[in-house]
Antibody, heavy 114, light 112 residues
Framework: QVQLKESGPGLVQPSQTLSLTCTVSGLSLTSNSVSWIRQPPGKGLEWMGVIWSNGGTDYNSAIKSRLSISRDTSKSQVFLKMNSLQTEDTAMYFCARGWYFDFWGPGTMVTVSS | DVVMTQTPPSLSVAIGQSVSISCKSS???????????LHWLLQSPGRSPKRLIY???NLGSGVPDRFSGTGSQKDFTLKISRVEAEDLGVYYCAQTTHFPFTFGSGTKLEIK
């Protein structure tokens, strides 16, 4: 049974760095890719980036300069780091399997506020 | 970036009726491998999105066959036959042919 679950700090101060973890079960990160997607309150979905099964990454050019995605295959975890956070980064952050988006985590809410 | 234009933005439908949602892309979604990576998702209230259809017309696991997808190149349609109460929520199309992957703005389905 494939499951993904996001975890993070909940509240981040402006200009600080966001660190999120996606813990997966029922699949191997060495044969599956994981995407990060976010959704501001009341708005639509924005794809942020993906880490491929070979460890390579692709990012949304709109946030590429601030974003880093990595993983620890031994712990079945994928990490998102995004710096220079602003209030417009307030959103629900989801991880999802691959680029078919067939499995999603429940999401973790991140609020950027002082 | 590929712009995904969904219409209508909202729908109100009675139980048992059929509805269609349109999704048009600013570029062809046919990848170099010949496949078209256009998918449909449903986000029920307070939930994370659930994939309904992948690659235009393939039903996701456990998805009722009341849902169907058609289309090609830049023009796609999701049809829901015999709408049920559990179908309410926001429907999104998504393309994963071109980077960055992009989503439509959503179609909110309400039950009359």
């Amino acid at each position: 049974q494939v499951q993904l679950k996001e975890s993070g700090p909940g509240l981040v101060q402006p200009s600080q760095t966001l660190s999120l973890t996606c813990t997966v079960s029922g699949l191997s990160l060495t044969s599956n890719s994981v995407s990060w997607i976010r959704q501001p309150p009341g708005k639509g979905l924005e794809w942020m980036g993906v880490i491929w099964s070979n460890g390579g990454t692709d990012y949304n050019s709109a946030i590429k300069s601030r974003l880093s995605i990595s993983r620890d295959t031994s712990k079945s975890q994928v990490f998102l780091k995004m710096n220079s956070l602003q209030t417009e980064d307030t959103a629900m952050y989801f991880c999802a399997r691959g680029w078919y988006f067939d499995f999603w985590g429940p999401g973790t809410m991140v609020t950027v506020s002082s | 970036d590929v712009v995904m234009t969904q219409t209508p933005p909202s729908l109100s439908v009675a139980i048992g009726q059929s509805v269609s949602i349109s999704c048009k892309s600013s570029q062809s979604l046919v990848y170099s491998d010949g496949k078209t990576y256009l998918h449909w998702l449903l986000q029920s209230p307070g939930r994370s999105p659930k994939r309904l259809i992948y690659q235009v017309s393939n039903l996701g696991s456990g998805v009722p066959d009341r849902f169907s997808g058609t289309g090609s190149q830049k023009d796609f349609t999701l049809k829901i036959s015999r709408v049920e109460a559990e179908d309410l929520g926001v429907y999104y199309c998504a393309q994963t042919t071109h980077f960055p992957f992009t989503f439509g703005s959503g179609t909110k389905l309400e039950i009359k």
